[in-house]
């Protein structure tokens, strides 16, 4: 048994923050971003929107693409580092949200790569019978642990969420996914404080996402060399295979490097971070849902997806969609 992605959906707040409109506030220019990142815009969840609330709007969106119901969905996973409570986890408050009846529904947090790990459990969930219809979400307000006074994270981060609906299948479907983890790498992408450690009472950095960026850039374009080989290696597939490359969106120059150990030319690569920035584990649900959409994703094609985030975290995924 394998499981196959039968519906995708993304949900980005409608609130746009430019570039320029950033530079009113922090010393940072449009140029400087759209050069070393190649962010554009991101969009801000409104008050009244959480992690739960973005994970709903994606879920029902991949639901409709998959033609299934609430009453269908007998697993939910949802990959995230920004979840609403501590508990309970986001996925039993999309489970409330959409009405899905009694089912395992859980959280995991594997930051950039909350999505993939995500995917993988409930691919394995699947394939050995345990579940029959999967809804597997990546989402993020990372709007919400980003100091808006430091330009070196400000920047970067954005809110959304992406979705996909698992089901089993005779033939793959999701072929393989590839997981790895570093936390030796702990300090140069962490959020100081959180449940069980709490800041002290004079703390002024409460929960801010701290980054050594150009040290994180470095690991990440190595480890995702790294990555993509050994996921093309252990299906014994030449590069010309991958149709698709979807990336984690964090930054363009990242992503071009991942592209040219492939020889894949970028027209090839879905690229979205500059409509939304760094949305960790929402990017690559909503890159796979933008180029699904658009049509250029079409069924049979090849598609290895990847990110790279915090602890360090990594994972590939390849998919015969
Ligand atoms: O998603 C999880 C994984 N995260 C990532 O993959 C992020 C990886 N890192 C990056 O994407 C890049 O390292 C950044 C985009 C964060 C930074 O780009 P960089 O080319 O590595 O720049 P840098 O950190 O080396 O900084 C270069 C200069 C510094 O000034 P000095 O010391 O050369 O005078 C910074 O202070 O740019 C300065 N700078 C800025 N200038 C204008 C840093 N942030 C800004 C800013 N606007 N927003």
């Given amino acids: 048994m394998y499981s196959r992605i039968a519906g995708t959906g993304r949900y980005l707040p409608e609130r746009i923050v430019t570039n320029s409109e950033l530079a009113t506030r922090v010393d940072t220019s449009d140029e ?29 969106a991949a639901m409709d693409a998959a033609g299934v119901d609430a009453a269908d969905i007998d697993l939910i996973v949802v990959g995230t580092t920004t979840p609403d409570l501590v508990f309970p986890n986001v996925a039993c408050l999309v489970q409330e949200r959409l009405g ?33 219809c999967a809804l597997v979400i990546g989402a993020e307000t990372l709007s919400r642990i980003v100091d808006w006074n430091d330009r070196t994270t400000c920047v970067l981060f954005g809110d959304g969420a992406g979705a996909v609906v698992l089901r089993p299948a005779d033939t793959p479907g999701v072929l393989s996914c590839h997981l790895g983890a570093d936390g030796r790498y702990q300090d140069l992408l962490f959020s100081p404080y959180g449940t069980s450690k709490r800041p002290p ?25 790294g990555l993509v080989t050994k996921t093309l290696e252990a299906h014994q597939l030449d590069k010309s295979a991958i149709d698709w490359l979807i990336p984690h969106q964090a930054n363009t120059r990242i992503i071009q490097a991942t592209a040219k150990r492939l020889e894949l030319p970028m027209e090839k690569v879905i690229l979205t971070v500059q409509d939304h920035g760094n949305t960790s584990a ?7 849902d933008t180029a699904v959409r658009d049509g250029r994703i079409q069924r049979g094609e090849l598609l290895l997806l990847e990110a790279f985030g915090g602890g360090f975290t990594w994972g590939s995924a390849l998919i015969r969609y």
């Fill in 201 to 225: 009472p004079d703390a002024d950095d409460v929960s801010y996402i701290k980054m050594k960026g150009n040290e994180v850039f470095k690991v990440a374009v190595k480890t995702l060399e």
């Fill in 100 to 132: 899905i009846p009694a089912c395992p529904a859980f959280s995991l947090e594997a930051a950039c790569t909350g999505f993939i790990y995500a995917l993988s459990m409930a691919d394995k969930m699947i394939a050995t019978g345990s579940a029959n």
């Fill in 282 to 288: 929402a990017s690559v649900p909503m890159a796979l």
């Fill in 32 to 60: 400087w971003i759209r050069a070393r990142t190649g962010i554009e815009r991101r969009h801000i969840a409104a008050d009244d929107e959480t992690t739960a609330s973005l994970s709903t709007q994606a879920a029902r």
